[in-house]
């Protein structure tokens, strides 16, 4: 049994990560587990769990479990959970009574629970104490040991806890059973180093690991091989690629291969200002096929908040990185993060970052309350604001997030774009996509157009998404 440790999870070392590439194994005693069993995975959080969850997947299929579509028919039941904000918990306590109660009826129904929160320390804990049930409990760092834990539980019938509060290693040659057939996550790092003062994930995630640039591209190489379109290149700061290799090869030398490798559509999630160069914004103006799209989190508009998150940028520093892609990349969308109600924030430095958002008018933001984070450092902030003034700061921003999308996606109606119909919407006979800004767009279209880039005219407009019709003699264009 291993158990989490938040102190543990805050060290740092110079230590080099390792790239290990023969770590997988499955054990024969397990190799057939899942003949005949179904499987079910409930992802919660970011782009990095899941995919995650796309990883966890493969290996359960590597012991032969197949997949369903929900957890009443499952024999298997995988939790992966993101402990970003306190809400994300609530969600996870009321998945967990749903599963206990299955397994009332189906005694045999394994459950393991993983992701960001089964690195929290007190969470684990109680976990342990009044969840006696759950069978494997596993951390972000050794997914690719489930079938050994499983293993173990067999033998023995007691919970399996290993949870590994570790800097952490790169680990390759792990199997992925991909969501989509058409685009395709692809981790270029791992971990953070940033120490935000509110946030979890250098906690839950270990330090900043940068892949071999050579295993990335080979990667989307294959994807590209394989029929992909489009990749997104995943990670915390996606900017600082690199820097904790010790080599000279930087994000815009691997965006620059990767655009290269002449994959049709190319992303990468998540930008912190701090590291964004002029370097990388030439390659981004340079190659067709990386998407005019940057997801910016601002977090806040006031200096003094600035600085107590520890972000390491001024507003002015940010408002000139903006105006830079702005004026670089024609046409570019731009979305950001902010957290209002963070401890000190007060009255003035809420209108700071409301009339900053008024002025750069993004694309879209994602706006949340702060939510304390055991163990970060603004835990322990005095915080006198009352919750009912933060959700009035929250609704007051919102309105005007909602005024900016709806205006910037007004100037896309009667407009040609170009959307990979990636799949079904939720409308009848509709397809759904996102076009190279990242605007979510809803096409009449039949099935046979799934995966396929079209040039699409956009015929109305709403907040949140465009409709639009196929421009038929353009119509696959690709
Ligand atoms: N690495 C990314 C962010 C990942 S978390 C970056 O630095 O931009 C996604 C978003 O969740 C953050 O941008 C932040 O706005 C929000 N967030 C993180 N911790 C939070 C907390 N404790 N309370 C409220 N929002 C938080
Ligand atoms: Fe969290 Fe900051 Fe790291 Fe983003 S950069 S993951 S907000 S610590
Ligand atoms: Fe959540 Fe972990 Fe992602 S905390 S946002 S799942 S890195």
Redesign the pocket.
Known sequence: MNMPNMKQARLRTKNPHKIIKDDYIIPTNVSNIGKNKNYHVITYGCQMNVHDSENIKAILEDMKYKEVNTIDKADIIVINTCAIRENAHNKVTGMLGRIKHLKETKKDIITIFCGCMAQEENYVKNLTQKYKWIDIIVGTHNYHKIPIYLENIMKDKKQEVEVFSIEGDVYENIPVKRDSKYKAWVNIMYG?????S?????YTRGKQRSRDHLDILDEVKKLKENGYLEVTLLG??VNAYGKDLNINYNMANLLEDVAKTNIKRIRFV?S?PWDFTDEMLDVIAKYDNIMPYIHL?L?SGSNKILKLMN?RYTKEEYINLFNKIKEKIPNVSITTDIIVGFPNETEEDFLETLNLVKKLKYDLAYTFIFSKRESTVAYNMEDLTPLEEKKTRLARLNEVVNENAYANNLKYLNEEVEVLLEDKSDKEGYLMGYTNTMKLVNVKADLSYLGKIVKVKITDVKTWSLDGSLVKELANVR
């Open positions: 953070c180093d940033k120490f935000c509110y946030c979890i994930v250098p915390q700061n998540t912190h989190p977090q972000r």
